[in-house]
Each structure stands twice: as structure tokens, then as C-alpha cells.
């Protein structure tokens, strides 16, 4: 007696559940077998007929149910507060889970749906991630009643919807004809399989692919969840990629700086976040700005504001992101330093060098952007009164980010060079290399100076070389070598003072 209360007062309960919870529809044939995945670890198992269904927990958080007789009962699992409810209907009739099916899949046109003995067999290519979704969704609720034999195809519009995501990351999409620059993909279709190939330039263009594919949710990258149609293979390969860095003074008078800015703000060229160009120099030595154009732009730009002075530094070229060591870049010279390992020893001569150094690290960090560490070393010997050498030497350390072909200031860099001369600047900087330029002429011109370093990184061989404007030093070369001995000689008795002419 007791124990038909208890079943009632359980049968009761699940009627009551009917009402206030969702329950799951599950078909399964007479004497058949299938298997449910409520989404937790089941503790209970409750059913309102025991003569139409069994259920039993198994592993893998599972729940195996049997049909035992044609009819309906509710199942009802628990785990704590976690509870799930199913209406399982036991049919031996196969033209019942034929119409049932068809409504459920009413939404995927694409599909065909057949009789084929005492199972329903569904063929056809779905082509939509939606409808392909509804199929996952319901086929588990008929269990071994049902054939799967569908095939997804990603329509054209998924797929162009893909190489969207690319392109909008940087990316080149190959169309007809394969390009094998890097940074170039092709995307191809094959079956059940997704094939990306090509090349990049760094591991940060690998994980953003990666994270484009793991947004699809029809695509499995591993090739592991059956849920998701489509194996993905990955065939783009890191492509070692040759950088190079180059280095140009400037020197621009005080007193043309508002001018430069203003001509390069007329050409859509911003400095920095300031509007006035005299900015860069007023910084500290390690900031650094970015300027949206090449170096050849910029210089010729500056040429037209009044800029007369230009050298170039020199370039470094290196693979890119290939190790953690620093490319060194050095113009000067080198001491050679007499160094004593203990009394009485005769010492070991050590290179030392001195002049202009840029060592740099780093590389691409994306299609057409590299992040490099920069030091500047600007450096130069002193000759002291017991005929020994002091290396007067100033550093600055920066980081930039840049874009492939773009240039980046470097500005407070009079204050290096000044740390690195004499009190008025200039005797030391006449004999150090690269620098002597900027103080050749006398000590106002280079107190009237500003010092500016323009850096510009750029794929090896990518771009055309660099064309500097005509420098002070060089401007009227052509113009001379046009006049003859009588004119040149001419106008060199006119710069010779009265006296010079007269003895």
C-alpha cells in the first residue's frame, strides 16, 4: 500500500512539473535504445510509467533510456537543483516518426526525408549555419529511428562572409590566380573541409587567424567536435621576412620650425599629438612621434620649408623577430684601450668604439606593422692632460610602433649630442663622425640648430630607395660643375677680404 502511495505522490509530482517546466520531446522505438545528454552529471531518475520506458545512469553524464511497451511517460532527472524533463513517446509505428520529423524540420527545405524499412533516412546538402543548427538540435531526440546521412555546404554568402572577416583583419584574400606574398590567404572549400593556405609575417597574424576561426561555429578547428560540420586545416606558414631600418639627421634652424610643421600639416602630415612641429623638440629624448608618410616625403618636405641639412646615418638589416639580440648600426670609430688584468701585467688592447650607434630589436607584429627597441648611442673621445682618452658618450632607449614604410621622430636629440660635446657644443662634434655636419661651420649655427632623427623601418627590397634632397654641403655642386676655371676662380677672389686680396 505504501509503496503505491509513494508512486502516485511521484506521478503527481511529475504531472505538476508538466505544467511549470519545459519538457523535451524523445522518440524512441519499441525495444529500441537511446541516449541523453541532459548537460550535467544526473544524482536521480524519476518516470511516470515504468512499464513504458527504463532509464538508467551511465557514464559520461548519460542517460540511457529503453522502450518497453508503445505509449507516453514523462522522465524526469535531477542533480541537486539541476533538473531536466523529457516526454518520451515510444512509437512502433515508423510513419509516426516520419511526420513528426518532417514538422520538425519543416525550416530546412533542403533536406529529403524518407521511408526506408523501419528507419527515416535524411539526405540533402544544408547550406546554411541556421538550418544546419535546427538539424543537431533535433536529430538526438529520435535516436536509432533515424539516418543521418546530410551534409553541410556553406553557401557562397558564408563563405564571402569569412573572407570579410579576414580582409577586415589585415589580410589579402588571393582571387583567381594564387599570390604567394605573405600576408596573402586563399580560401578553398573541399567537401566536409575548410583549406586556408598562404603566408604571414609573424606568430601575431597566426593567433588572429585562429581567433577568426574559432567565431564559426560550423567550423572545427581540430576537426574533433561533430557538432560543428566542418574540419578546418590550416595551411598558412610564418614566412622569415627581411627588415630594414634606416636612420637620417636633420637639422632644422629654431627659427623654421613653426614653418616645417605648418607645411607638413598643409599635406596632411600630423606630428605627434601637437600642432606646432617646434613640439618634437621641446620632448623629452625618449619620446618618440609618428609621422604618416615615408622618409623621402617627409625630407623633401622639410627641403621645401627651409631645412638645409640632411645625413644619412646608415640602415641595419636583419630578419625579422629572429632573435632577441640587438642589430647594431655603428658610424665612428674605434679606440683602441690598453686595459690591466693586475700589477705588473702589460695589459690587453680592447676596441672601444665611439661616434653614432643604433642597436635594434624586434620586428613585425602584424601585415604592415613592426614594434622595435631602439637605443641611440651618441659617443666621442676626450683627450686628457696625461695623454689618456675619456669617452664622453650620452644613450637614449625608446620603443616604437610604426607601420611598414612610415617614419618616426626622435626628437631631444641636441640634448644627447650636447651631453656627449664640450661646454659650448661644437669642438668635440667637428671630430665625431656623422655628427661633424651639424657644427662644421662655427658655434652659432649649431646653437641656432635643432637635431632631429628620422627612423623609418621597411620590408628589404619592398620599397624604391631612399632620394634625399640636396644638402647644404652638396646643394651647388651641379651649379659649380657647370662654370668654368675663370668663373670659379673669379667668384673665390670676391668671398677674400681686403687684405688676403691686397698680400
Request: neutral net charge; charged residues 20%.
Amino acid at each position: 500500500m505504501f509503496k503505491h502511495v509513494s508512486f502516485a505522490l511521484a506521478a503527481a509530482f511529475l504531472a505538476a512539473g508538466t505544467l511549470f517546466a519545459d519538457s523535451e520531446r524523445v522518440f524512441v522505438p519499441l525495444k529500441g535504445i537511446i541516449i541523453l545528454n541532459p548537460g550535467f552529471r544526473a544524482a536521480d531518475v524519476s518516470i511516470t510509467d515504468r512499464g513504458i520506458i527504463a532509464a538508467e545512469i551511465i557514464a559520461n553524464d548519460q542517460i540511457r533510456v529503453t522502450g518497453l511497451a508503445v505509449g507516453k511517460s514523462d522522465l524526469h532527472v535531477t542533480a541537486g537543483t539541476a533538473s531536466k524533463l523529457y516526454t518520451v513517446t515510444v512509437n512502433d509505428n515508423i510513419r509516426e516518426v516520419f511526420n513528426s520529423l518532417r514538422r520538425d524540420l519543416d525550416s530546412v527545405p533542403e533536406l529529403e526525408i524518407s521511408i526506408n524499412g523501419s528507419r527515416v533516412v535524411l539526405k540533402g546538402e544544408v547550406s546554411s549555419v541556421e538550418g544546419w543548427e535546427t538539424l543537431l538540435k533535433v536529430l538526438p531526440s529520435y535516436g536509432d529511428t533515424v539516418v543521418n546521412l546530410a551534409v553541410f555546404r556553406p553557401a557562397p554568402e558564408i563563405m564571402l562572409s569569412l573572407k570579410k572577416l579576414f580582409e577586415k583583419a589585415g589580410f589579402k584574400m588571393a582571387q583567381g590566380t594564387p599570390d604567394l606574398s605573405p600576408g596573402v590567404l586563399s580560401l578553398q572549400n573541399e567537401k566536409n573541409t575548410l583549406i586556408l593556405s598562404g603566408s604571414v609575417y609573424c606568430k601575431e597574424d597566426m593567433t588572429t587567424i585562429g581567433q577568426i576561426i574559432s567565431t564559426q561555429n560550423w567550423i572545427s578547428a581540430d576537426g574533433k567536435d561533430r557538432n560543428k560540420p566542418v574540419r578546418f586545416i590550416n595551411k598558412v606558414v610564418i614566412k622569415p621576412t627581411l627588415l630594414d631600418v634606416g636612420a637620417v639627421f636633420v637639422g632644422v634652424r629654431s627659427a623654421d620650425t613653426s614653418a616645417v610643421g605648418a607645411n607638413l600639416l598643409k599635406n596632411g602630415i600630423k606630428v605627434g599629438q601637437g600642432f606646432n612641429f617646434s613640439t618634437i623638440f621641446s620632448g623629452g629624448t625618449n619620446q618618440s612621434y609618428n609621422l604618416g608618410a615615408d622618409a623621402s616625403t617627409i625630407l623633401n618636405l622639410m627641403a621645401e620649408s627651409g631645412c638645409k641639412r640632411f645625413h644619412r646615418a646608415g640602415h641595419l638589416s636583419f630578419m625579422s623577430n629572429d632573435s632577441n639580440e640587438f642589430k647594431v648600426l655603428h658610424e665612428g670609430g674605434t679606440l683602441k684601450v690598453r686595459v690591466y688584468g693586475g700589477s705588473g701585467g702589460t695589459g690587453t688592447l680592447n676596441d672601444v668604439p665611439y661616434g653614432f650607434i643604433m642597436r635594434v630589436r624586434g620586428g613585425l607584429i602584424g601585415s604592415d606593422q613592426v614594434k622595435l627597441d631602439v637605443q641611440i648611442e651618441v659617443s666621442t673621445p676626450a683627450l686628457q692632460e696625461n695623454n689618456d682618452y675619456d669617452l664622453k658618450q650620452s644613450k637614449v632607449s625608446t620603443t616604437i610602433v610604426a607601420r611598414l614604410g612610415e617614419t618616426v621622430a626622435l626628437g631631444g636629440m641636441k640634448d644627447v649630442i650636447e651631453e656627449s660635446s664640450g661646454p659650448s657644443g661644437i669642438p668635440f662634434l667637428r671630430k665625431v663622425p656623422v655628427l661633424n655636419w651639424i657644427c662644421a661651420e662655427n658655434t652659432d649655427s649649431f646653437n641656432d640648430s635643432q637635431v632631429l632623427l628620422l627612423i623609418y623601418p621597411q620590408v628589404a627590397g619592398r620599397t624604391p630607395p631612399l632620394r634625399m634632397p640636396p644638402s647644404a654641403e652638396t646643394s651647388n655642386t651641379l651649379e659649380k660643375s657647370q662654370k668654368s676655371n675663370a668663373e670659379r676662380t673669379k667668384e673665390a677672389e670676391k668671398k677674400k677680404s681686403f687684405w688676403e686680396r691686397w698680400f
